[in-house]
């Protein structure tokens, strides 16, 4: 009987603690609604919170199989065309950033036979680790017979002789031409075919 009480006198402790718990609970509830949230963003574990930050601050790269996906347009019969291409392996893991500073490059210098084609400008239009896509825009120019040269802010800039309309801006620093070829340039070289100027842009171009 006496163990009886015991037991009761135990069980009647457990539950008024249990009571006054829970009423606690309630009240720190109602006078401060938001510390549960408080505290529930405080446990996130710190490896989340940092995996989360390196996220953010880390760019997308590209991939070895990024689609290289290239949208011409000629500036002169409105023609556009696409065509997909594999990625130059140079671009492979370059960000936004380093792609765009390739392709200013690439519009600065351009290989002769985009010359030819008579590129006017290229840029970036999407980036993505799946796929990038990259405008340019061509102008066909006439076939002039003859050509002007002439230094501009130590470049060689071209000029259709009997027009003197702008046939082309090259990116050759004058600076670097033998002084011959300088010389004769800068007193203005006229009467330059179409072939002395291919051969001339070649040249500058291997060197």
């Not at 590129?119 to 006439?142: A, D």
């Not at 050509?147 to 670097?176: M, P």
Request: net charge positive; charged share 25%; glycine share 4%.
């Amino acid at each position: 009987m006496r163990r009886l009480k015991r037991i009761s006198f135990f069980l009647y402790s457990c539950l008024l603690f249990a009571v006054g718990f829970y009423g606690h609970y309630k009240i720190e509830q109602w006078f401060y609604p938001g510390r549960q949230t408080i505290i529930s963003q405080n446990e996130i574990p710190f490896s989340q919170m940092q995996s989360a930050t390196q996220a953010v601050s880390v760019p997308d790269r590209l991939r070895a199989d990024t689609k290289l996906v290239v949208k011409n347009t000629d500036q002169v019969s409105r023609r556009q065309t696409e065509e997909i291409k594999s990625l130059p392996l140079r671009l492979i893991g370059c960000s936004r950033k380093e792609v765009e500073d390739e392709i200013r490059h690439y519009q600065d210098a351009p290989p002769l036979t985009e010359l030819q084609q008579g590129l006017l400008r290229m840029e970036l239009v999407s980036f993505s680790p799946q796929q990038i896509v990259v405008s340019k825009t061509y102008r066909k120019l006439q076939q002039a017979e003859a050509f002007f040269l002439q230094i501009e802010e130590n470049r060689v800039i071209v000029y259709e002789e009997d027009s003197r309309v702008l046939y082309l801006q090259t990116a050759i620093d004058a600076r670097t031409l033998p002084s011959g070829v300088r010389r004769q340039i800068l007193n203005g070289w006229h009467g330059v075919s179409k072939a002395e100027l291919e051969k001339f842009l070649v040249s500058q171009t291997e060197t």
